[in-house]
């Protein structure tokens, strides 16, 4: 019995280290965790307190860090969406307020469509909480270009060229920090309703004044029109004058096609009666 205990007690002794080691590598393991797994759509950027940030991130896959001298970002790189709109729960913030070239207040549903192109230059500059430092470039871009324009003309036909100003400035400064620009869009562009009222009372002056000048060019075009025909008879009719001037014999075959064989002639001769006629009927032979 004695032996047996001895025995058991010799062999838990050479055992008992083996265990512990890997019992204590098993919780270093578990705690420093330096193995990561990377989903589909993300990087993984790899910051080393030596080497700072490494300029290949991870992709998609399982992979091994040095635990304790590194840390991990993950990115999302598939396309996200940022949008400012009133009532929305989902959306960044509210409609974003601008001022036009003439001090009009310009309220825009804003959407913005963009790709982590390059995450490595993103955690470098703005960090890992990049939507924050997007939102206020946008508003900044919005702000400078609308103030290129009068109320009006983005009221009437230039809000696609304001839209597209914007979009071009914006993916201009979120490239340099690895940011792609997929889609911008204006929506919903509303105006001061004073502004409104006043804008749309000239465009119907305007189109009253357009109508009345449009009838009044008709009008001119019909009276000149009528004075064409007008002289153009005229003209005939001094033809037909010259031309039977210049031939007698002309008249005195209209007058008896005209007029046939007899010719009656109603003469008024002044009597002492006003109502007296004298009635002569001259034949042509």
Known sequence: MENR?????????????????????????????????????????????????????????????????????????????????????????????????????IRSEVTLQFNVADAPTLLQTLGSDYIDWIAPIVRSAISSETAAFSAQDLYSTQRPALQAQIRERVATDLQSYGILVVDFLLRDVTFDADFVAALEAKTIAENTLIQKQFEIEQARQTARSIVSQAEAEAGSLQAKADAITANPQYLDLIESQVLGETLDVLVTVESQSPDETLDIRITQD
């Open 5 to 105: 205990i001895r025995f058991w007690f010799k062999l838990l002794s050479k055992i008992s280290p083996l265990v512990i080691t890997l019992v204590s590598l098993m919780i270093i393991v578990t705690n420093l965790n330096p193995f990561r797994f990377v989903n589909n759509g993300e990087n993984l950027v790899v910051f080393s307190w030596f080497g700072g940030v490494q300029p290949q991130p991870l992709e998609p896959g399982f992979h091994f860090v040095m635990p304790l001298i590194t840390d991990t970002h993950a990115f999302d790189i598939r396309t996200q969406t940022l949008t400012w709109k009133d009532g929305d729960p989902n959306a960044y913030g509210p409609r974003l307020i601008s001022l036009s070239q003439d001090g009009q207040e």
